[in-house]
């Protein structure tokens, strides 16, 4: 593997790390009560979380789905966690998540680097 591949799977796995950061404080600024706001900081992302170990990490327990569909359903909960983030009105955040979650898969696909 070369530093390229590297670096671009390290973008990657940050995407995958601010992807359940940014479900968290979706769920915590969606509502104005206390208690809802802390059950789903956490429930959301726990959610995301398990979703993803289950389905899409590269050694899911229920591997149901190829590598490049694996890749592809890992876009999609990018762009949820870009659109999450833009319901709140983190606007320039979001849409700077979805460009550099894009690039960043688009460059996983083009280099292969899912079969890695």
Do not use: D
Not at 80 to 108: E, T
Request: hydrophobic letters at 65%.
């Amino acid at each position: 593997m070369t530093a390229i591949s590297g670096g671009i799977l390290a973008v990657f796995f940050l995407l995958e790390i601010a992807a359940i950061i940014a479900f968290g404080y979706y769920g915590y600024h969606i509502t104005s009560i206390a208690a809802v706001k802390v059950i789903l900081a956490v429930a959301l992302p726990l959610a995301a979380a398990i979703l993803w170990g289950v389905f899409l990490s590269p050694k899911a327990s229920l591997p149901i789905f190829s590598f490049p569909v694996r890749t592809a359903l890992k876009f999609v909960v990018f762009v949820l966690a870009s659109a999450s983030l833009y319901a709140i009105g983190k606007k320039g955040l979001g849409l700077s998540y979805l460009i550099v979650s894009f690039l960043i898969v688009a460059a996983v696909f083009i280099l292969k680097l899912h079969e890695v």
